[in-house]
Each structure stands twice: as structure tokens, then as C-alpha cells.
């Protein structure tokens, strides 16, 4: 089955600077690729996704890039800010066809200080 | 709109009961998961409806799990002879029919299991 790993599983960085979230999967059937936030004690909420025919996607101040070849994808938040404090999880399936259930990373806690 | 429900919030129980958690997917919503949260991991897959019916139910991890969506809307996710290990939060998650512009999976707030 799928496996995905992310790194790194925790992210310090100051208020303004950029953070780079990286995962891999191991299966070349996925297709879809969410990322989603969650609070402590909250449910994740969707923040942006990728579907594999498309490189690159960017929504404001958070993109997602995706190299079907090596079988990685990326979170990009730039102009970070306090309330992007927050565990990120990246996840993949493969939609359509398939298995259709997410199978997620481990998550990365995102700090951001002031 | 309303989003994803779930019932109860929290549930503690003692190790050999029985439990029930209930899920209220978004209206319209065809497909509909359950995952399982551990403490500072990512939710694992349970089992995914769509419609009535159980279209993969590979991660139930033993019988003592089991889950129902009788009338393609509300899913019961049911533990029998609860154990220690099972303490986690349960999430549920829905999503439009295949095929269509979105596969967005929503999810609830959870239910946190609790098991002494």
C-alpha cells in the first residue's frame, strides 16, 4: 500500500520568514495530494491540493509543488504569521480509480514566532 | 452550510464495553471515511462508504470493528470489547460523488475515545 513520509517533523521559523514542508510517497498510482491543517484540538481543515497533472499550485501566501518523477511534493508558506501556528499534514490517494482513502504523513509542527 | 458532525465529543469507557460513534456527513455528500487519530500522528484510514455500502474497509484493524451507513447519509462506527489500545480520536470525513469536480474530503471535530 502507500506510504508517505514527511519532514521535518518540527519547523521553527520568525514571523515573515518562509517554511518548506516536504513529503514523499511510494506509491506511482497516487494522484491526489491534500494538505491540511490542524489545530490543537480541532478537526484538519483542507488548506490546498494538487492533482498529479499539474506541477504547481499556489493560493495567496501557501503554494504546492509536485515532482511526479521522484515522488515528492511540497508546502511552501511564505510571509509566515503567528496563526499559521499549527500541526501540517500532507497526504495521498488515488482518486477516481482506486483506493480513494487519504493515507497521511506523520505531520510537521509549524511554530512561528513574533 | 453545516458541516460534519459527530457524536459524542468525548466518550469514556471501560476496557471490554461497547461503543458506538456517530457520524453526520455534509448533506448530499456521497462518500463518506472514518480515520483514527493517535496522539501526534496523522489519522489512519478506517473504512470508506460510498453510498450505503462499505467500498473499502482494509484498515479495520480487527472484527472487534465494524461500521454501518444504512441509509447512505448518518454512518455508526461500532467497537466491541473496547481496549486500552483503542484510545484515540475518531474522525469522519465526507466527500461529493466520485468523479466530480471536487474529491475534498471534510472532516468532523471527532470523537475522543477514551479507554480505562
Known amino acids: 500500500g502507500e506510504n508517505v513520509e514527511q519532514h521535518p517533523s518540527t519547523l521553527s521559523v520568525q514571523e515573515g520568514d518562509s517554511a518548506v514542508i516536504k513529503c514523499t510517497y511510494s506509491?506511482?498510482?497516487?494522484?491526489?495530494f491534500p494538505w491540511y491543517k490542524q489545530e490543537l484540538g480541532k478537526r484538519p481543515q483542507l488548506i490546498i491540493d494538487i492533482r498529479s497533472n499539474v506541477g504547481e499550485k499556489k493560493d495567496q501566501r501557501i503554494a504546492v509543488t509536485l515532482n511526479k518523477t521522484a515522488k515528492h511534493f511540497s508546502l511552501h508558506i511564505t510571509e509566515t504569521q503567528p496563526e499559521d501556528s499549527a500541526v501540517y499534514f500532507c497526504a495521498a490517494s488515488t482518486v477516481n480509480t482506486g483506493r480513494r482513502a487519504l493515507t497521511f504523513g506523520s505531520g510537521t509542527r509549524l511554530q512561528v514566532q513574533p | 452550510g453545516a458541516g460534519v458532525s459527530q457524536t459524542p465529543s468525548n466518550k469514556v469507557t471501560e476496557k471490554g464495553k461497547y461503543v458506538e460513534l456517530r457520524c453526520d456527513p455534509i448533506s448530499g455528500h456521497t462518500a463518506l471515511y472514518w480515520y483514527r487519530q493517535s496522539l501526534g500522528q496523522g489519522p489512519e484510514f478506517l473504512i470508506y462508504?460510498?453510498?450505503?455500502?462499505?467500498?473499502?474497509d482494509s484498515g479495520l484493524p480487527n472484527d472487534r470493528f465494524f461500521a454501518v451507513r444504512p441509509e447512505g447519509s448518518v454512518s455508526t462506527l461500532k467497537i466491541q470489547r473496547t481496549e486500552r489500545g483503542d484510545s484515540a480520536v475518531y474522525l469522519c470525513?465526507?466527500?461529493?460523488?466520485?468523479?466530480?469536480?471536487?474529491?475534498?474530503?471534510?472532516f468532523g471535530p471527532g470523537t475522543r475515545l477514551t479507554v480505562l
Open positions: 470525513a465526507s466527500s461529493p460523488s466520485p468523479g466530480g469536480p471536487s474529491d475534498t474530503q471534510y
Open positions: 462508504f460510498q453510498g450505503t455500502g462499505a467500498a473499502d
Open positions: 506509491d506511482s498510482a497516487s494522484n491526489y
